[in-house]
Each structure stands twice: as structure tokens, then as C-alpha cells.
């Protein structure tokens, strides 16, 4: 009887903290605004602080530049509608936003085995 009390309580434990770790948003944005314009950085929160090589190209996902708050795919997605220019970055976020029509994959760079997309809403002369 005791085993069967300390296994369901690991169970509970367990489930508990995968519970709160699913509801913890995976992606991270930051909303920039100069000189009236506004740009969004976002991107998948484990690549946050890295930085991915090929050849000559390096891809820098600075913490000062990207972190602003945790964020969901939804609120990634309101915040891309009002914008002018996005800095898109990390295969689960371009993954997404290219199954919900927001980015076209033959626009994607990939650096070092992460995709990285800009999107821009109007060009500035």
C-alpha cells in the first residue's frame, strides 16, 4: 500500500509540472519602436542568447534584442498584424507562422540549421 501511495504521488508531481511547463509560452518577443515605426524581434525561447554559423553568414539572437516577455504564438501574431517590420526567428515560430499563412517558406534564410524570416510592411525611402 505505501508503494502505491509514493507512486501515485510521483505521478501527481509529475504531471503537475509538465501541466504548468505546457502552459509556459515557447516563443519570446520584444516590440522595438523608433522614430514612429515599429518593429517586432521574436523568437523560439531556447535559442534565445545564441548564435548559429554557415560559412561567412552568422545569426545572433541577442537576449537584449529578442526578450521582452514570453509570449505565445497568438500574441506573436497580433503583434506581426500591427507592425512594420518583424525579425522572425526559430523553427518552431517560422514553423507556425508558415502553417497559418503568415510567412512563405521560399522566403526563409536558414543560418546554421535555424530559419530566420523578415517581414515588412512598408518601404522606407
Known sequence: MVHTLLS?????????NLRAFAM??????????????????????????????????VLEIPTEFYYGKPATLEEVIEAIMTCDMALITG????KALIERGYLDEHMVLWIGGQPHAQIVREVIT
Open 8 to 16: 501515485l504521488r510521483s505521478y501527481v508531481y509529475d504531471r503537475t
Open 91 to 94: 523553427r518552431n515560430l517560422v
Open 24 to 57: 509556459e509560452p515557447p516563443f519570446v518577443m520584444k516590440i522595438h519602436r523608433y522614430q514612429g515605426k515599429t518593429l517586432v524581434a521574436a523568437c523560439d525561447k531556447d535559442i534565445l542568447g545564441k548564435s548559429f554559423r554557415e560559412g561567412e553568414l
